[in-house]
């Protein structure tokens, strides 16, 4: 056993040293598939990571909204609705909920308003996101002005701004207090903008919706995990579906790795001969490539998930953003959560070194089975 | 010893470029000669060295070394006892660029799996041996000729083989050079090796070194015998 | 369909794999039909070069089946939020049919290419390929098998259809009384700590006696085979009740999770080679009168044998620690 170890590490030593030496057509091949992992662990980091955010943010959601549906487009919900639905069994608590949008024309942004709950405001003023504050450079004590549905400016005072940790949800929030919100809005009293439901079992979830529809035929009920098991279909989707559209570059690494793999040089040939001849056999030569092989699938898949790493955690995936986000221009500093686990990474592998791997497995076996006396032939 | 009947070496079989380069040889090469064979190019020494160096299986006939019938073993074991038994020495030297003379001549003994700190201490000595120390950590492809011959030789005694093996092995080297390289074959005679050369240079085969000589032509054995 | 990154990947390398595994037995049969050892002829040589290209494919095949093993349970589990009742994988594995044959199989295949391996390990310590045509035989049975494993894995996927809403601000009803078997049955407890204790305490003893003595070689095998077997209904029925510390959670998958600390690779891995070695030692057992392999095959076994019974040993200490060590208490 203990040669056998020994062999190995001289067979480990001979590669790394033999890999030095032909530098240039190895530097290719690394950079390549560096570039390869690097592509494919990116989109992964980063449709996972939006995938989790977008869990993250409905964790709190609550487990079912009523929204009133006319014309087959939403509408605003009667609050008598709230009533009829607290009379189901297994409703606990029927809240109305009072929000809506605000486009600021000044700075191109679409802001979220909603009824302040939770923060008690003095009449006259609001409580909004510091993504807002940043944007409009407007910070506690400051007031600020909006303009209502009747085309009017209001001026409001602002009682505090909202804290960052939960980016994604509050940034762009403003929150007013009710009376305030319907003035603004125009929300006539008496109706509100959905309803949100605490459900005693969360396993009679779906049947409280059917019976809700069933008494309420122009309402919506939607559930939370059914907006959650959405969200991970579409990210996955989009995620997939950007995959097989780099399995075009992948097939490409593919035939470039088959090519450097197959395309031996006549000194690496010569080579070969040389260490058969003097002695080395055909499972030391395969040994010999299958540590080439590891090195470089090894070394190439670290620095590519790490070059992807920094690129989705810390530049916030400066390079595809666009592509796949489409979010307000609100969020210049939105930087996502690291979110990695020992699947992605395993997925990641068999993306790349396995089908990396397969590819040189005949050409690695030509290579090794070169005839010793081919040296005496030359 | 090493004895070979009826061996013969088709390459190519059953197609139009069919050929035969070794036909029917059968010889004897016992343990302390120096055997050299000669011929024109073309006929059969280097691939009839091969068979004899376990390097190169035949297509029919039978090799045994010291009694042991080898001719249908597998690879890794016709190997193993190719490592053990023969150190050889090559036409260009054939020594792999971009190493150092030292790793160079360890490079048969890694199989082995001995370890390195004494692997290369034996390296180190057997550099030593040939005046190389200095050159040690030299990549070959710095090294004079005759440099390059002594590491090639080094690296074929790595393993303490029985039998040295030697492919016209002053085809590239001056006379000077020829001379010198006769005169380390005398040193590895007295140290009890077995040798076997091929050659067609007279400095080889009209030495008085050489115990027996084998003439080949056309693949097929013309005179041998022992030299007086 | 789901388009997921993971499930592409499996089906790749799958896919990959097979038409690998396809074009060794292919040369296998060639092997099979026109092998002669005692030939010098340019065939016999080039088929004795071929019989490196496919162990070396099979050590690969190996290798990514591992892994590949644990990415299908793990893409399996992430997939259970999609389908309305399948709390992790054991949910997402019943939406059809193909789920659990797909697995099976895959371990199947697993044990049997590491059994493969050993035998062609045993074989080339012999200086006359004694178990050449036993070994490709046993490539022409492991063939279908690896091609039958990705053929059940692909209609796995494909056959999966996602419980999800067509718009996110529609609502549709999941059938929730679809009834997916987010729970498997398990066998009784106290009858099953007896049958994995007695299991666990025969497997060292006869591994302990072959090391030593080279006897009961046989009655090893078997009783690590019989082991793995053990180790996967007691993963269900007890192990990992102590490890989630709740009485009703037999799931034996989320113990690969972090909240467990993986503590489900270890295991998964000890119980894989601990069989594989395990019962390589018997398959070997009837080769031992062979000339060329007397020589080797003892040594060999031993090895294998005390593989196995470290493996063995790790798994026992790493299930049965949660079971002795938390304050849970089953009965």
Redesign the interface.
């Known amino acids: 056993m203990p040669h056998t170890i020994e062999k190995q590490r001289h067979i480990i030593d001979f590669t790394l040293a033999s890999l030095l030496r032909r530098r240039g057509k190895n530097g290719a091949l690394f950079t390549v598939y560096t570039l390869i992992v690097f592509i494919l662990a990116s989109v992964m980091f980063f449709t996972y990571a939006l995938k989790e955010e977008a869990a993250q943010v409905l964790k709190g959601a609550p487990e079912i909204v009523v929204q009133r549906s006319l014309q087959g487009r939403y509408a605003p919900i009667p609050l008598e609705y709230a009533a009829k639905i607290r009379g189901i069994r297994g409703v606990m608590a029927v809240r109305p909920r009072l929000w809506g949008y605000y486009y600021d024309s000044v700075f191109l942004a679409n802001y979220t308003i909603m009824t302040a709950e939770s923060i008690p405001l003095p009449p006259g003023s609001i409580a909004i996101g510091h993504g807002i504050s940043r944007m409009r450079r407007a910070y506690e004590g400051d007031t600020i002005s909006f303009t209502g549905v009747d085309g009017k400016a209001r001026n409001f005072t602002i009682a505090k701004i909202l804290p960052q940790e939960s980016q994604l949800l509050s940034a762009d929030l403003i929150l007013m207090n009710e009376d305030e919100y319907r003035e603004f809005s125009g929300l006539p009293p008496g109706l509100a903008s959905d309803l949100t439901l605490k459900v005693r079992n969360p396993k009679e979830l779906t049947t409280i919706a059917e019976k809700i529809v069933k008494a309420l035929p122009d309402s919506r009920p939607i559930i939370r995990n059914e907006i959650l098991r959405t969200y991970d279909a579409l990210f996955s989707w989009r995620g997939g579906l950007l995959i097989i559209i780099m399995s075009a570059a992948v097939l490409a690494f593919v035939i470039f790795a088959w090519d450097k793999a197959s395309g031996l040089s006549a000194e690496e040939k010569k080579e070969i001969g040389i260490l058969k001849a003097v002695g080395w056999e055909t499972s030391d030569i395969l040994f010999m490539k299958f540590w080439e092989g590891m090195t470089v699938s090894l070394t190439s898949f670290l620095a590519g998930t790490i070059l992807a790493y920094g690129h989705i955690f810390f530049t916030s995936a400066a390079l595809f953003a666009p592509v796949l986000k489409g979010w307000s221009v609100l969020y210049p500093v939105f930087r996502l959560t690291p979110f990695i686990n020992p699947g992605q990474i395993a997925t990641l592998f068999f993306l790349t070194v396995v089908p990396y791997t397969v590819t040189t497995i005949i050409p690695s076996w030509r290579a090794a089975t070169i005839d010793p006396d081919s040296v005496l032939r030359s | 010893m090493i004895k070979v009947t009826q061996i013969s070496k088709v390459?190519?079989?059953g197609r139009p470029n069919e050929f035969t380069a070794v036909r029917e040889v059968s010889l004897t090469v016992n343990l302390g000669e120096v055997t050299v064979l000669k011929g024109p190019s073309g006929s059969g020494k280097?691939?009839l060295?091969?068979m004899l160096g376990c390097?190169?299986?035949?297509?029919?006939?039978r090799i045994s070394l010291s009694h042991r019938e080898i001719?249908?073993?597998?690879?890794?074991?016709l190997?193993?006892i190719?490592?053990e038994t023969f150190g050889?020495i090559?036409?260009?030297f054939?020594?792999?660029?971009?190493?150092t003379a030292l790793?160079n001549v360890m490079?048969?003994?890694?199989?082995?799996?001995?370890?390195?700190a004494t692997l290369r201490s034996r390296a180190l000595e057997t550099l030593a041996l040939f005046n190389l120390a200095h050159k040690a950590a030299a990549k070959v492809e710095w090294l004079s000729g005759g440099e390059a011959q002594r590491v090639a030789i080094a690296?074929?005694l790595i393993?303490n083989p029985a039998i040295i093996i030697a492919?016209e092995p002053t085809a590239h080297l001056d006379t000077k050079l020829s001379h010198e390289f006769m005169a380390i074959i005398r040193q590895l005679k007295d140290d009890g090796k077995t040798i076997l050369i091929a050659s067609h240079d007279p400095i080889v085969y009209d030495s008085e070194l050489m115990t027996s000589r084998i003439e080949l032509r056309d693949g097929s054995v013309v005179t041998a015998g022992s030299l007086p | 369909m789901i388009l997921n990154p993971s499930i592409l990947a499996l089906l790749i390398s799958s896919l990959l794999i097979a038409f690998m595994v396809l074009y060794s037995a292919l040369y296998g049969a060639q092997i099979l039909r026109r092998w002669d050892i005692t030939s010098g002829s340019e065939l016999q040589l080039s088929l004795e070069r071929k019989t490196y290209l496919i162990s070396t494919i099979l050590s690969y095949f190996l290798g990514i089946q591992l892994i590949s093993l644990f990415l299908f349970i793990f893409t399996v589990d992430s997939l259970s939020p999609l389908f309305v009742g399948a709390m992790c994988a054991v949910g997402t594995l019943t939406v059809n049919g193909f789920g659990y044959p797909t697995l099976l199989l895959k371990l199947v295949n697993f044990i049997l290419a590491g059994l493969w391996l050993i035998i062609n390990h045993a074989d080339n310590a012999g200086y006359d390929y004694p178990l050449i045509r036993k070994k490709y035989l046993f490539l022409m049975m492991l063939t279908p098998l690896i091609l039958a494993e990705s053929t059940l894995e692909l209609f796995y996927f494909l056959e999966m259809k996602p419980d999800i809403i067509t718009s996110c601000c529609g609502s549709l009803f999941s059938p929730a009384s679809r009834g997916i078997a987010s729970e498997i049955a398990a066998a009784p407890v106290i009858p099953m700590k007896i049958i994995f204790a007695v299991t666990m305490g025969l497997t060292t003893l006869s591994g302990t006696i072959f090391i030593l003595k080279q006897r009961l070689g046989a009655l090893f095998a078997t009783l690590s085979g019989s082991a793995f077997i053990v180790s996967l209904v007691s993963l269900v029925s007890f192990i990992c009740l102590y490890i989630y510390e709740m009485p009703s959670h037999h799931c034996p998958f989320c113990i690969l999770q972090r909240e467990y600390h993986y503590i489900g690779y270890p295991l998964y891995a000890c119980l894989l080679l601990g069989s594989v070695t395990g019962m390589g030692v018997g398959v070997l057992v009837p080769f031992r009168k062979i000339p060329s392999l007397s020589a080797t095959l003892p040594g060999f076994q031993r090895r294998l044998a005390l593989t196995s019974l470290i493996s063995w040993l790790i798994f026992t200490i790493l299930a049965l620690r949660p079971v002795i060590f938390t304050t849970f208490r089953l009965e």
């Open positions: 390459y190519n079989a280097t691939t060295l091969g390097m190169v299986r035949p297509t029919s006939g001719t249908s073993l597998p690879e890794r074991f190997t193993q190719r490592r050889f090559f036409q260009q054939n020594l792999i660029k971009g190493l790793e490079a048969p003994a890694y199989p082995t799996g001995e370890k390195f690296r074929a393993n492919d």
